[in-house]
Every structure is written in structure tokens, then in C-alpha cells.
Nanobody, 128 residues
Framework: QVQLVESGGGLVQAGGSLRLSCTASGRTGSTYTMGWFRQGPGQDREFVAAIYGGTTNTYYEDSVKGRFTISGDNAKNTVYLQMNSLQPEDTAVYYC?????????????????????WGQGTQVTVSS
């Protein structure tokens, strides 16, 4: 089992920045694709970004390209999501995910129920 714990959410004004963190514990010896998803009010959970463990192989949803950056620190078993130029439509609960799929693009296309592990989520609220 792998446990994922997110942190870093909060309230920010439009145009501001936040950095989310996701720390993994448990059976972290395997290589995982780590990703971020979000679920806005009344919306389905959607893919945001993913990174293949220990590499710079990343993939982003179109609406966040150029604004969000996903990165990882293997020594800390932590993945980050740097979010810049935040907009009210970015308001959502952000969830960290981990899966043994081999490419970030694969995670983006997976059914949510097939993803191996999820964190509990962290709220991001962007005010206008």
C-alpha cells in the first residue's frame, strides 16, 4: 500500500500562486507515475498534470499548460504542483494520485477507479 498526503492548498486572489505538495509513504520502492487531479463544485474529477517517477517526463491538461508545473523530489518521496496565474475557474479540491502506469499520458486517460492510490485532497480557492 501507498499512502498519499497532500498539503499547500488555501485561499488566493486571482493572479496569485500556490504550491501543492504530495508526500508518499508505504511501499514506495516501485516506480510510479504521480499526478494531480481536481474536482470543482458540481463537476467531475479531472486530470491536471502527471510526472513519471524520477524523470522529467510530464504531461499537462491543456488549460493549465504554461501556468502549472509538476515536479518531483525522489529523496523526499514528494511531488509538487506549482500553480501560477491562478484563476477562479481553478477553484477545486486537488487530489494527488499514484499509479504504476508507465507514462503520464496514460494516467491522463485512465478511468479514475483504475488508478492505484489517491490522497484525501486539498482545497484551493481562487477569489476574483
Amino acid at each position: 500500500q501507498v499512502q498519499l498526503v497532500e498539503s499547500g492548498g488555501g485561499l488566493v486572489q486571482a493572479g496569485g500562486s500556490l504550491r501543492l505538495s504530495c508526500t508518499a509513504s508505504g511501499r514506495t520502492g516501485s516506480t510510479y507515475t504521480m499526478g494531480w487531479f481536481r474536482q470543482g463544485p458540481g463537476q467531475d474529477r479531472e486530470f491536471v498534470a502527471a510526472i513519471y517517477g524520477g524523470t522529467t517526463n510530464t504531461y499537462y491538461e491543456d488549460s493549465v499548460k504554461g501556468r502549472f508545473t509538476i515536479s518531483g523530489d525522489n529523496a523526499k518521496n514528494t511531488v509538487y504542483l506549482q500553480m501560477n496565474s491562478l484563476q477562479p475557474e481553478d477553484t477545486a479540491v486537488y487530489y494527488c494520485a499514484a499509479d504504476q502506469s508507465t507514462a503520464p499520458q496514460t494516467m491522463a486517460r485512465m478511468k479514475l477507479r483504475n488508478i492505484d492510490y489517491w490522497g484525501q485532497g486539498t482545497q484551493v480557492t481562487v477569489s476574483s
